[in-house]
């Protein structure tokens, strides 16, 4: 799926500033991808920004293999963002999470220099989508950096694990010990006062269940917070996420709710 998305049929007239470090480390890089309109450098427009974190087991893929995204989000006049996270086995949790908030951080220090404005929005898909979900809903990951969630407009998820508890052996080693995995659930730490969250999934996904979007949508419900879900009658897992391609195989219209909902949020 991704060849294909970043095959060269699709031409991207914007600009892309790659490996832009966020952190000392050297998996603490990010590209940043500039709509054409911002071409001109007298040009004093702002443009809301997306940070969009992938997906892959939070072991697997980087920000290279996900251009695609980042030439669609600028075609539809966001500044995109996509950073790499540190990824197991070279490191466990929270690491990859701490490393999000960082590159969320970043951005909010930085972007205005890239002609980025104030509007904020977190976007992700599956291991991605949970590590988005956990930045927006554990205050302790921002404050870290000095931030809070209020400093984002509003979340989107596509096929996020967000409440599970790991079978495989090596999820067991990410996550673990047992008596851990509250703290890898995003709703243990949900209160209501996140900002709005999309929650997208398919309903023939076979790799992330979703009681994982049933299970967040309730506890934002309970907590009286602000959730919408969109549910596809088919295309996959990977078909949210590749939706956002010039392919879009699937031919679901997830950029065009995706960008309906984060401009509802402007």
Do not use: C
């Amino acid at each position: 799926m991704l060849t294909a998305a970043n095959a060269p049929k699709y031409v991207f007239e914007g600009e892309i500033k790659r490996d832009i470090a966020y952190g000392e480390l050297p998996s603490q890089k990010l590209d940043i991808y500039l709509p054409a309109q911002l071409s001109d450098a007298s040009n004093a427009l702002r443009l809301p920004v997306v940070v969009f974190f992938h997906g892959g087991r939070w072991t697997t893929g980087n920000k290279g293999q996900y251009e695609f995204v980042g030439m669609r989000l600028a075609d539809l006049g966001y500044i995109a963002v996509i950073p790499n996270t540190r990824l197991y086995p070279q490191v466990k949790f929270p690491t990859f999470i701490e490393d999000s908030a960082q590159a969320i951080a970043w951005v909010d220090d930085n972007i205005a220099d890239y002609q980025g404005s104030n509007d904020l929005f977190v976007l992700g898909h599956s291991s991605g989508a949970h590590m988005g979900a956990m930045v927006v809903a554990n205050q302790a990951y921002l404050a870290a950096f000095d931030k809070t969630p209020d400093i984002i407009n509003a979340f989107a998820g596509m096929a996020g694990p967000y409440d599970f508890e790991p079978e495989a052996p090596e999820l067991k080693d990410m996550f673990g010990p047992p008596s851990n995995y509250p703290n890898m659930q995003v709703t243990t730490f949900i209160d209501g006062s996140e900002p709005p969250m999309l929650l997208i999934y398919t309903e023939n996904d076979s790799t992330v269940h979703i009681r994982n979007l049933e299970l967040l949508k309730a506890g934002i419900e309970k907590a009286n917070g602000r959730v919408e879900t969109i549910i596809y009658d088919s295309g996959g897992h990977t078909a949210t996420v590749g939706a956002f391609s010039w392919a879009n195989p699937s031919g679901l219209p997830v950029a065009a709710d995706v960008d309906t909902f984060f401009r509802a949020h402007l």
